[in-house]
């Protein structure tokens, strides 16, 4: 898959060379599975081997509706937690045994536990991934981009998308839940300074949720910032995962249409982002080190989980195992039957 970009560094971003601190933190073995899972099949990057560059679960919000569950121990600043090289090997390892098996890779896409920028070596490790030849994308929530320094090492990346699902005070506070040091005002101006200088693809996302931002005033406030932002590509989302809350809800159609509506008349470019990925999950490495991979990041569907131990010729019984381990947890939500990644209690509670 090819992104188009807004120049030459679209095309071959990343020259520049980061100096990552001394401080590692390292929490998985080295070339642990879970620092990649995939390829997995991406709404938006089509085949995309996801990076999984921050432990469960450092995040600078609690959003009402994230998949990965709520943020114990926030953080607000960028620190060292794998080393580049650690995730170099890491990727480059699932390349090619995705390779081998004739797996197709579109994107290898930074999208962790927490959030992506909060890792100092993100520009590092995106340049130490250049040669294996694959576009790289940052899934980001954008509340570091008011830093100089995060937005210099997402400019490295040939594709980014950066949540706005707010732009109003209340709001925001409601649905994403912040670090109280985070101030929306300072990561609106980040944003747009971002925008002016990226010469990639740059897409925005925007979940709504029912009964907190998706109402008209909310959505326009949403609609117009965007027009001054001038992203590729606006995302419109609902939740179609476990979310961190239980009593999240999409909103009906005719305010998806309205939304969608509203930010047409302002924006060249905007899609739903509202379909099931699909079934077609790659089996790059074990059954088990697989599903436990991908659900640490990415909740799967059972019938997704069927297909994939299904590919690797294991029962179900692989599955009942992980659960009475403790390792996996089914979850119910939307009439569906779904199945994420457990972490021990302490997981996320550091804030260091």
């Known amino acids: ?132 030849g694959i576009k790289i994308a940052v899934i980001s929530n954008a509340s570091m981009i008011w830093r100089k320094e995060v937005q210099s090492r997402l400019r490295k990346a040939d594709w980014v998308s950066l949540k706005v699902d707010a732009t109003r005070e209340s709001v925001w506070q409601t649905i994403n839940q912040p670090h109280p040091a985070l101030r929306l005002t300072r990561i609106l101006e980040g944003i747009k300074a971002f925008a002016q200088a990226f010469e990639g693809f740059i897409a925005t996302e925007t979940m709504l949720v029912a009964g907190v931002n998706d109402d008209a005033e909310s959505i326009k406030g949403v609609a117009d910032f965007l027009a001054e932002v001038g992203p590729d590509m606006a995302y419109l989302a609902v939740p179609t995962r476990p979310p961190a809350q239980a009593d999240v809800r999409p909103p009906d159609e005719m305010t998806l249409l309205r939304a969608y509506q509203i930010l047409k008349s302002k924006l060249a470019n905007v899609e739903y982002l509202i379909a099931d990925e699909g079934d077609a999950f790659a089996l790059a490495g074990g059954a088990e080190a697989e599903l436990l991979a991908i659900t640490a990041v990415h909740p799967m569907r059972r019938e997704a989980v069927e297909t994939l131990l299904a590919k690797a010729n294991v029962d179900w019984e692989l599955v009942d195992r992980l659960e009475a381990e403790g390792k996996l947890r089914r979850v119910a939500y939307a009439d569906r039957t779904f199945y994420v990644r457990r972490f021990p209690a302490a997981s996320g509670a550091q804030h260091v």
């Open 1 to 132: 898959m090819r992104f188009p970009g807004r120049g030459a560094a679209g095309k071959d971003a990343g020259k520049l060379a980061g100096n990552p601190p001394r401080e590692s933190y390292r929490v998985q073995q080295q070339d642990s599975p879970l620092l990649t899972f995939g390829p997995v099949p991406s709404r938006r990057l089509g085949r995309s081997l996801g990076i999984n560059n921050i432990p469960a679960k450092h995040c600078s919000y609690s959003c009402l509706y994230c998949q990965v569950g709520p943020t114990a121990g926030q953080e607000d600043a960028p620190r060292a937690f794998y080393l580049p090289q650690e995730i170099q090997r890491s990727v480059a390892a699932r390349v090619e045994a995705a390779h081998r098996s004739g797996e197709p890779i579109d994107a290898l896409t930074f999208v962790p536990d927490g959030e992506p920028t909060l890792d100092v070596n993100l520009g590092e490790s995106i340049d130490m991934l250049r040669p294996l």
